[in-house]
């Protein structure tokens, strides 16, 4: 079966070149067996490989505290030393202009703005090819190197006041000698076929944004979640409106078999002692914090079933399960985003082979965002205040070509650039600043004051997509 499968893709290979006016000749490795295709320079009428090595990703985009730009990651395969390189690359969305911020390194990911915008925050492998936390100054200069950390950093969250970071990064192994270092047997429990090792726990730090003394702040054999490539990322850790407080979730082993068993914690930085937000154990999920600090949302199954529906309940405050706000739109909700406001939720599912978002007020019903033919695909949408009061959704999307568009409660989609090959949209449904007891753009029952979202999207016509 595998021989057939080898010989039908290098067929399709041959055929691919051949369409494309090329001769594509096979060679012979040194020990005789037949050697890889070789890549054309220019790409052929079919798709080939040389097209493949065209493609570009923009993911993670992360629009700056005062509106005006963004940092995204693009990602380019790279032939000639078999990697993807990853760029963070800075845009101003006013005119869409674009500068590559990171250079020299294989990999940037992860990209955060300081809570003023004054630096942006990255992961970046170190000279052990550990992922760190770099900090990197809007006015110029080289990165700085703020963690240490003996394994990869996860994830991390900046401090509202802009002095610290909240890091996830897995323990360190046990230094092993003489025969135990040869000892790699291991208790095998509801973990992948493919493990090879048992999983260490990520545990939660803190550490100055301008470098020094990690600390730690959870310990045990219980753990954070960690993203299990192809399914969706983990849980974010997140800090509390005035810094006191982390919200993270707490799975109870390292097993991926396990993660089940999943509760949203939230840890007082000044006594160290975390406690569980719901009385949930498992399932719940992702968990998010109100910019005024009044209330917690998180993602859990309706009625406690798994096979269920994923909903997004509502906790006043820090304690309690909360309620359940998005039961009466029957839908798979992915992430919950607050609107600055703390008043309403933006939401996102899937629905039949198309995908929507909803704006949800804390109490009231929900508003559909109409977006005509084009579906939304990235999950991790952006919101944030720019200079001035904007209103609707921004999102990069496709019809005959990538192009930006504008969808705004109770009107159809509107194409913004004609088309333009852009990472963002090069304007926005603004309104100007007014005097005091100026009445502002209405969105459903909740007054939105400079609120906007960046969001990629594809052609709901190109195909189905998850949200």
């Not at 295709?37 to 990703?57: N, S, Y």
């Not at 991390?156 to 046990?174: H, I, L, M, T, V």
């Not at 937000?277 to 406690?304: E, M, W």
Request: glycine share 8%; proline share 7%; charged share 20%.
């Amino acid at each position: 079966m595998k021989y057939h499968l080898c010989s039908l893709v290098c067929a399709f290979l041959v055929l691919s070149a051949s369409a494309a006016g090329q001769t594509t000749t096979a060679t012979t490795s040194q020990n005789g067996a037949p050697a890889r295709l070789p890549i054309p320079d220019i790409p052929g009428k079919t798709f080939d490989l040389a097209w493949v090595g065209k493609i570009v990703r923009v993911a993670d985009p992360q629009i700056s505290p005062n509106g005006k730009s963004l940092v995204t990651v693009v990602t380019k395969p790279d032939y000639e030393r078999d990697l993807n390189l990853s760029e963070l690359a800075l845009v101003d969305i006013a005119s869409g202009k674009t500068r590559f911020l990171t250079h020299g390194r294989k990999t940037a990911s992860f990209p955060r703005w300081s809570p003023d915008g004054d630096r942006v925050a990255f992961l970046a492998a170190d000279g052990d090819k550990r992922n760190q936390i770099f900090v990197l100054e809007m006015a110029g200069g080289d990165a700085l190197q703020v963690t240490a950390s003996p394994t990869s950093v996860q994830q991390f969250a900046w401090k509202p006041d802009g002095s610290a970071f909240a890091y996830a990064a897995p323990d360190e192994a046990s230094k092993k000698t003489g025969a135990d270092q040869f000892d790699d047997a291991f208790e095998v429990g509801n973990g992948s076929f493919l493990d090879k090792d048992k999983a260490l726990p990520t545990h939660l730090w803190l550490v100055p944004a301008a470098g020094g003394v990690a600390k730690r702040l959870t310990s045990g054999t219980w753990s954070l979640p960690v993203a299990v490539p192809p399914g969706p990322p983990a849980s974010l850790i997140t800090f509390s409106a005035d810094g006191s407080k982390l919200i993270y979730v707490r799975v109870e082993n390292t097993y991926s078999g396990d993660r089940i068993n999943s509760s949203p914690q939230v840890l007082d930085l000044a006594t160290a002692k975390s406690e569980a937000i719901t009385t949930h154990t498992k399932f719940a999920s992702f968990p998010v914090p109100s910019p005024d600090g009044k209330h917690v949302a998180y993602l859990y199954p309706r009625d406690g079933v798994e096979r269920n529906n994923q909903d997004v309940f509502v906790v006043d405050g820090m304690k309690g399960d909360g309620s359940n706000v998005t039961r009466s739109l029957d839908r798979n909700f992915y992430r919950a985003l607050w609107t600055p406001d703390g008043k309403a939720i933006v939401i996102g599912a899937n629905e039949a082979a198309t995908a929507g978002l909803w704006v949800q007020p804390i109490a009231g019903p929900a508003k559909r965002l109409e977006l005509g033919n084009l579906l939304p695909r990235l999950a991790r949408f952006k919101a944030s205040p720019p200079d001035q009061l904007q209103c609707g959704v921004r999102f990069a999307g496709s019809r005959k070509e990538r192009s930006s568009y504008l969808a705004k409660p109770g009107r159809s989609s509107q194409e913004l650039d004609g088309g333009r090959d852009s990472y963002v949209s090069a304007e926005l449904c603004t309104w100007e600043k007014a005097a005091a007891g100026a009445v502002y753009p209405r969105w459903t029952d909740v007054f939105l004051q400079e609120y906007v979202l960046d969001i990629r999207a594809i052609d709901r016509r190109a195909g189905m997509a998850g949200f």
